[in-house]
């Protein structure tokens, strides 16, 4: 009889096609948000969850505000932690952590007063059917997944300068390209490198400006780069020229 082939190797091809591919261990999220089991509901549209849409809107937020393009927010599950409680990681390194109660909504305080810059928003948790009193006094009341992405917000704009990474600044200057595109081609990599507008921006975002007038920040790199590279001096005249035009049109709509 004539010898029969062996299904072994199929079946071995079959079974190393199946296993997890590991380079899928080495990714690394730039923003996240690790929640426990109660709260898996609120990033799930189909359980009426709206944290993904909040998420939406706090990109477009920052984007207008700090003139930052946030990276996509991942959102997990993660069982060892309590079931209202959930925590803001940022490059896998823990941020931020609070708790949203059941059936409780968030009541902002009128008066944030003093508080540490880890701190989540200020107020205080409220049963969900006191919340008409509570707007009806003026207050602003949260859902439990606004308030989460609130206390995101509040961490981006502490934390902005740690995400402006090599390629968050490439992609913020082609999106500057279109209007600034002579300026770009004189600027880098001719004056200055990638890696030092960069650090720049990551001064003035450290300072709590913003950097959406990106192609007036690179007329500015371009003015002063011709004299030296060095970053502070490089952030205080950029500042300078931002602050400058800031009192301008304060000016022109007094």
């Known amino acids: 009889p004539e010898p029969r082939e062996s299904s072994r190797p199929a079946r071995t091809r079959e079974k190393r096609k199946a296993e997890p591919d590991p380079s899928q261990s080495l990714a ?71 708790t949203c109660p059941r059936r409780q909504v968030f009541e902002l305080s009128a008066e944030p007063g003093n508080r540490t810059p880890s701190d989540a928003p200020s107020g205080r948790w409220i049963p969900a059917e006191e919340q008409s009193q509570s707007r009806a006094r003026g207050m602003q009341v949260l859902s439990p997944s606004e308030y989460m992405v609130e206390h995101l917000r509040q961490v981006v704009v502490r934390r902005a300068a740690d995400l402006m990474t090599r390629d968050a600044t490439h992609r913020l200057m082609e999106q500057a390209r279109p209007v600034a595109g002579i300026a770009m081609e004189e600027l880098v990599p001719h004056r200055m490198s990638l890696g030092d507008v960069q650090k720049v921006l990551q001064a003035l975002l450290a300072e709590g400006l913003s950097i959406r007038n990106l192609p007036l920040i690179i007329e500015a790199l371009c003015d002063e780069s011709c004299v030296d590279n060095d970053v502070p001096r490089l952030a205080r005249a950029v500042r300078q020229r931002l602050l400058h035009l800031a009192g301008d049109r304060h000016l022109s709509h007094a």
């Open 28 to 98: 690394v999220d730039p923003l996240g948000i690790e929640v426990g089991m109660s709260l898996v509901r609120l990033a799930d549209p189909h359980r009426a969850g709206t944290m993904l849409k909040a998420i939406g809107e706090l990109r477009h937020r920052v984007a207008r505000e700090m003139g930052v393009l946030l990276p996509k927010v991942r959102i997990r599950d993660n069982l060892s932690l309590d079931e209202t409680t959930y925590r803001l990681m940022m490059f896998d390194a823990e941020v931020g952590r609070g």
